[in-house]
């Protein structure tokens, strides 16, 4: 396992943008496939974005696309989402996670995930 300690977040009026990060411990950090979620309060944690352990297979959930992008920077144990045109339905805590069994393929659920990040709250409101 890694362990993983995020920053970003905050209030932000919709149309607005911010990036998180996740920071992660280990020199296995590079070898997982990572992902980030969320979870609106009343709702459950759903699937955001992913990406495999070279960044080069990337995965969004619907309501995301074309407004998220993630990232990684393996050199620096840092995983990133930029969060573009933000609306209120973005609003929730976003959590970083890494997968230990898969590199390649990168999942969307959460129980493929074995390290998580704290989480951050995003609120999108005017």
């Known amino acids: 396992q890694v362990s993983l300690v995020q920053s970003g977040g905050g209030l932000v009026q919709p149309g607005g943008a911010l990036r998180l990060s996740c920071a992660g411990t280990?020199?296995?950090?590079?070898?997982?496939?990572m992902g980030w979620f969320r979870q609106a309060p009343g709702k459950e944690r759903e699937f955001v974005a992913g990406?495999?352990?070279?960044?080069?297979?990337?995965a969004y959930a619907d309501s995301v696309k074309d407004r998220f992008m993630i990232s990684r920077d393996n050199a620096k144990n840092i995983l990133y989402l930029r969060m573009d045109d933000l609306k209120p339905e973005d609003t929730a805590v976003y959590s970083c996670?890494?997968?230990?069994?898969?590199?390649?393929?990168?999942?969307?659920?959460?129980?493929?995930?074995?390290?998580w990040g704290q989480g951050t709250q995003v609120t999108v409101s005017a």
């Open positions: 996670a890494a997968s230990a069994r898969n590199r390649n393929y990168v999942p969307r659920v959460a129980e493929a995930y074995d390290s």
């Open positions: 280990g020199r296995t950090f590079g070898e997982k496939a």
């Open positions: 990406l495999s352990w070279s960044g080069a297979i990337t």
